[in-house]
């Protein structure tokens, strides 16, 4: 980690514990965290930063774990097995959370590029990477307008439907390091054409993460094309 990331691991380990202190009494939180609640009070107000390390176990351990409980608050899940998670990918602030905890809790490689599919993997993929201090990109199911060159993916759906995602052949170089992430990954699909789209960039990939797995099939499908780390933050059933 270079200076800049440890600044900023420090002061996203704040803003998980502002978040935990919310709905807590400062021994609570210590009680929480295992951390002294004088020094937890510090951190709070702003008037001391927790060292490298403190701020990796809160952002790591305790983000990951209050941040999925957070997340599985804010989404619905219908008769069907559909989600609306509009209250978690309409939440920049939310996303600026989730960031830091999937950079540091997955083992994926620090990528170049984060790319998704538009539209609801876009405010995910913006907080990945602007944590990263990186690019952001996402294929569209049109050809935007004025780009004259393209990367294409298509497959024919379980639906018979045929979809093409296209990303403009600008977004990614060769040999770039991708880390491939949507909102919801439920039968794979969506991330098998991100992955496609890699593949013919003559990139490597990074990773794949969505906030929300909607049963395994997707992430096995994902883990089927890929070595690189395949994780969700919550999975419904
Ligand atoms: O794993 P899969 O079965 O492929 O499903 C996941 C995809 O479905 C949703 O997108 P949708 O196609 O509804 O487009 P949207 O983001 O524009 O709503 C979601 O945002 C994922 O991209
Ligand atoms: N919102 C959603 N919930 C479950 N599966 C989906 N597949 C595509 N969109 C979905």
Redesign the pocket.
């Known amino acids: 980690m270079n200076r800049a990331e440890k600044a900023a691991l420090q002061l996203r380990a704040v803003d998980v514990l502002r978040m935990l202190k919310e709905t807590r009494t400062y021994d609570e939180l210590a009680e929480t965290t295992g951390l002294p609640a004088g020094d937890l009070n510090r951190y709070v107000n702003g008037h001391v930063l927790p060292g490298t390390e403190r701020a990796r176990e809160v952002v790591e351990d305790l983000g990951r774990e209050a941040l999925g409980r957070e997340l599985e608050a804010r989404i619905r899940v219908d008769d069907e097995g559909y989600v609306d998670n509009s209250a978690a990918v309409f939440d920049q602030a939310f996303l600026d959370l989730v960031a830091p905890v999937v950079a540091n809790g997955f083992e994926f490689d620090r990528p170049d590029v984060v790319l998704t599919?538009?539209?609801?993997?876009i405010t995910l993929a913006a907080a990945l990477a602007s944590y990263y201090g990186t690019r952001c990109a996402y294929a569209k199911k049109r050809k935007e307008t004025a780009v004259e060159e393209f990367i294409e993916a298509r497959e024919r759906l379980q639906s018979g439907i045929e979809l093409t995602y296209y990303l403009p052949e600008s977004a990614v170089d060769p040999g770039e390091s991708v880390l491939v992430v949507?909102?919801?990954?439920?039968?794979?699909?969506?991330?098998e054409l991100l992955l496609d789209i890699v593949e013919t960039a003559d990139a490597d990939v990074a990773g794949v993460f969505a906030l929300i797995a909607a049963g395994e099939d997707?992430i096995q499908r994902a883990r089927d094309r890929t070595e690189a780390p395949v994780g969700a933050l919550t999975t419904v059933y």
């Open positions: 599919a538009a539209t609801d993997g949507d909102d919801l990954i439920r039968s794979g699909e969506t991330q997707g």
